[in-house]
Every structure is written in C-alpha cells, then in structure tokens.
C-alpha cells in the first residue's frame, strides 16, 4: 500500500465512520471509530510497519492484557477492496448493535 493511497484509505474509513454515527478521533496513522461507552462498537486503525492498515477491536475489561483496552488485530486492510469491506463492516456494526435500555 503506498503512502498516498494509505491517507486516502485512511480518509474513507473516517468519513464512513462519521456518516454513519461514530465518533472519530487521532492522528493520520492511528486513530479509534467508536460510538458509546455502555455498549461500545470500537475500532482502532493503524499503519504498521509494513504500511497497511490494521484493525484492532476493542476487548472487555477482563480480557484486557497489561492495562490495554485492544486486543491484536483482527483485521487487516491491503488493498482497496479490504477498505469497503472493513466500511461495510462498520456500516453493519453500528445498524446492528444493541441498543439495551436500563432498567
């Protein structure tokens, strides 16, 4: 993935996420996709060493490793089809998640 179409991919997810009612926050090489903190949807997306992306998705507090609040990545982002996937994917997470009213 080069540089440039990085960014752009980068750009896309980040537009996706805030149509469809995330919140997005970082820098260019990592940043989080999130919506609520009570019954969260999160990613995190960054840049590796290799230069594609990679998804991280956030884990429960009992899961967490050293303090952290992602686990490893579970998804990788190579090419520009990877992109739409991953958008569809956020697009279905955010339209499917659920919605508890406490009592």
């Known amino acids: 993935m080069q540089m440039s179409t990085a960014n752009e991919f980068v750009d896309l997810i980040k537009a996706v ?9 970082g820098s260019e090489l990592s940043f989080e996709v999130y919506t609520e903190f009570e019954h969260p949807i999160s ?4 840049e590796n060493s ?3 992306l990679q998804v991280h998705i956030w884990e429960d507090a009992h899961k967490r490793e050293k303090n952290h ?3 490893k990545a579970r998804y ?12 569809n994917t956020l697009k279905s997470s955010f339209e499917l998640r659920a919605r508890r009213v406490e009592d």
């Open 17 to 25: 996420g805030e149509e469809c009612g995330y919140e997005v926050y």
């Open 43 to 46: 990613f995190m997306i960054k």
């Open 76 to 87: 990788s982002l190579r090419s520009a089809l990877d992109v739409v996937q991953f958008c």
């Open 50 to 52: 290799e230069g594609y």
């Open 69 to 71: 609040k992602y686990g």
